[in-house]
């Protein structure tokens, strides 16, 4: 972890742990807490996006199987939240099997494209199979997170929240920065190149497509807690968009980047609504203009060092130029 992550991680634990000490229940201690929940699932689609180049617009489905999962076993067949999550993971292994074996043969516009159908048949089985799903009513009466019975408080659940998140921030890191995720960035590159040298491309993008489809199903399993209450429109393929943009607020390449790009993702909202019917036009012109001037994520702003290259006979090195 070099000294702009750690910086990063260091001052995203500062507003973690002081948010309900300082907010208390209040309009931004609900916003921090969701963008919890996002980072989660911002930090399945940056690994996937940025460490393989597959920009997945299908993650909205895996949360909803996530979320899905949790609501009927807890509501229905009495499970415990714990057993209702496991049970979600497993199903969203079986369906990352499923839909990335064929899938992942498939490259850019058609990947993604083959991912938005995927999306939208599942919304489409959650709106038709009323027996089960409940249709467009949706599920109702989701208890709270609770461990021994004992429900978490608000606190308690904003604690466990983040520290979900994380735990999966420093597993996607650790990953990362490892030999496979020197393997990864290899395939991003050039598959063509990385199959020559021997990587078994389409191993390591399953191994990464599975991994992104839990975490996202966990997101989605925290988010019905949250909610108390889940229902097909809220995993349409605008979830899918959602998750990409905060990706890419974060930076695309940037894991430690996703922490922030989900809490601004859940701020724009509140402070665009200040402009009344314009608050989705606003929205959106605030994310044009984050991704055109800050194409590498919001942690540009911090984190941004003066570089200069200079060319050395056949090849170039970097200098840092401090002040």
Not at 142 to 169: D, E
Not at 260 to 272: C, D, F, S, T
Request: glycine content about 12%; proline content about 3%; overall charge neutral.
């Amino acid at each position: 972890m070099d000294p702009r992550e750690r910086l990063s991680l260091l001052l995203a634990l500062l507003l973690v742990i002081l948010t309900p000490v300082l907010l208390g229940q209040s309009i931004l201690f609900t916003i921090v807490l969701s963008a919890g929940i996002y980072t989660v699932a911002a930090l399945a689609i940056t690994l996937l996006m940025g460490y393989t180049g597959q920009a997945s617009l299908g993650q909205g489905a895996f949360m909803a199987i996530g979320a899905y999962s949790t609501a009927i076993m807890t509501t229905r067949y009495g499970a415990s939240p714990g057993e209702a999550m496991l049970v979600g993971i497993i199903l969203c292994l079986i369906s990352g099997l499923a839909v990335g074996y064929p899938l992942l043969k498939l490259k850019g516009f058609y990947f993604s494209a083959a991912t938005l159908a995927f999306g939208i048949l599942v919304q489409n089985v959650l709106t038709g199979w009323y027996d089960f799903t409940k249709g467009e009513s949706g599920i109702p009466g989701i208890p709270m997170l609770s461990l021994g019975g004992v429900p978490f408080g608000r606190t308690a659940f904003f604690y466990l929240v983040w520290g979900i998140a994380l735990v999966v921030l420093l597993l996607a890191n650790n990953l990362a920065r490892s030999q496979v995720g020197r393997v990864l960035l290899a395939i991003r590159s050039d598959e063509t190149a990385a199959e020559t040298i021997g990587i078994d491309v389409g191993r390591w993008k399953m191994l990464i497509f599975l991994l992104s489809s839990v975490f996202t199903g966990i997101s989605g399993s925290l988010l019905a807690h949250y909610l108390l209450f889940v229902s097909p429109s809220q995993f349409g393929v605008l979830l899918s968009v959602e998750l990409i943009i905060i990706s890419m607020l974060g930076g695309v390449t940037n894991l430690f980047g996703a922490i922030w790009g989900a809490i601004i993702w859940r701020i724009l909202p509140e402070v665009a609504s200040m402009s009344g019917q314009w608050q989705v036009l606003l929205t959106g012109l605030i994310v044009i203009l984050l991704v055109i001037f800050l194409p590498h994520g919001i942690s540009e702003i911090h984190f941004r060092s003066k570089t200069k290259s200079v060319s050395l006979g056949a090849g170039s090195e970097e200098i840092d130029l401090e002040n």
